[in-house]
């Protein structure tokens, strides 16, 4: 399991104590929802990639003292953030005293087969976080028009290569489907030079938040968040590595009257964050 970026600082900002319920909407390697039993909270952990689950579980099941059957404070449900109401219903776990959204993907899954990174020459361009989605990254490759496609790589990572990369696109597969992640990078290598992989990084992490919707997903799930939050001094932090997340964010808190407590701007190790830095919110209803 690999130790989160501000781990500290999120924990810290839930205000975690003992016998309180938390919840981590995206479990992960499971780095906070360990620490929050740690320290005595209870807590439901969403993860929506089925992978990430299985380790999950196994890792629980390994630590000492917290057999999964056994150890109470801790429940672990596969979903989608987006539904993080219903799931909370469900389990019947709410209100909650704090939530947590570290946002984005871990190590682990940058290596698992995916495409999601622009490194895994080899993997077949999918992306897919959740196993239900039914069209993957090459799926809107090969299929969008040019248009839509440019609107991907603009309102997602604000990509200013984005039409010559589209035209790019468009003609490499008029000649050949894009089945693999070497045939997006040839082709992203062709337009911008090999050296300076920032283009590429941007191309694949708009690609990845059009398969899986996640922008919606964060307003929805912020949505459903508040709902299940204390009515008073509730808290809610949010690690986000992309400016626009954090601009969904900010404006959801404004718009909910939500108290910004703190604001911590980190650095994420590059090699596996897209973005460098990460910034933490931490708000109270
Ligand atoms: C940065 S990682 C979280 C790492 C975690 N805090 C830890 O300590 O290991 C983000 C996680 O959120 C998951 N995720 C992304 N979108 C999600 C969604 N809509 N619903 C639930 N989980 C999601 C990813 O699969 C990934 O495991």
Do not use: C
Not at 13 to 31: F, P, S, W
Not at 72 to 96: H, T, W
Not at 125 to 147: F, K, P, V
Not at 212 to 226: I, K, P, T
Request: hydrophobic share 40%; aromatic share 6%.
């Amino acid at each position: 399991m690999h130790t989160p970026v501000l781990l500290n600082e999120a924990i810290e900002g839930l205000n975690v104590q003992k016998g309180k319920r938390y919840i981590d909407a995206t479990a992960g390697e499971g780095g906070h929802v360990f620490e929050i039993a740690r320290r005595g909270g209870m807590v439901l952990g969403i993860e929506w990639d089925d992978l990430q689950i299985k380790n999950l579980k196994l890792a629980l099941s390994k630590v000492e003292g917290l057999k999964l059957e056994s150890y109470k404070s801790v429940l672990i449900v596969q979903g989608n953030f987006a539904k993080i109401e219903k799931v909370a219903k469900e389990q019947d776990f709410f209100p909650v005293d704090g939530i947590l959204f570290d946002l984005g993907l871990s190590q682990n899954q940058l290596l698992s087969g995916k495409g999601f990174s622009y490194r895994s020459l080899d993997d077949p361009l999918d992306m897919r976080i959740g196993s239900e989605l039914t069209e993957n990254a090459a799926g809107l490759i090969n299929s969008l028009d040019s248009q839509s496609l440019y609107e991907i790589f603009v309102r997602n990572a604000e990509e200013i290569n984005a039409r010559t990369i589209v035209e790019a696109i468009v003609r490499a597969r008029s000649k050949k489907k894009f089945e693999k992640v070497k045939d997006l990078v040839e082709v992203i290598d062709k337009m911008v030079g090999k050296k300076d992989k920032r283009t590429h990084a941007r191309i694949f992490q708009a690609l990845r938040i059009e398969v899986n919707d996640e922008f919606n997903n964060l307003r929805r799930g912020l949505v459903g968040a508040v709902n299940v939050l204390k009515q008073r001094a509730g808290r809610l932090v949010v690690i986000a590595f992309h400016s626009l997340e954090d601009r969904i964010v900010k404006r959801f808190a404004k718009e909910n009257g939500l108290k910004l407590l703190k604001k911590v701007v980190g650095r994420a190790e590059a090699t596996f964050r897209f973005e460098r830095s990460a910034i933490l919110r931490v708000m109270e209803k």
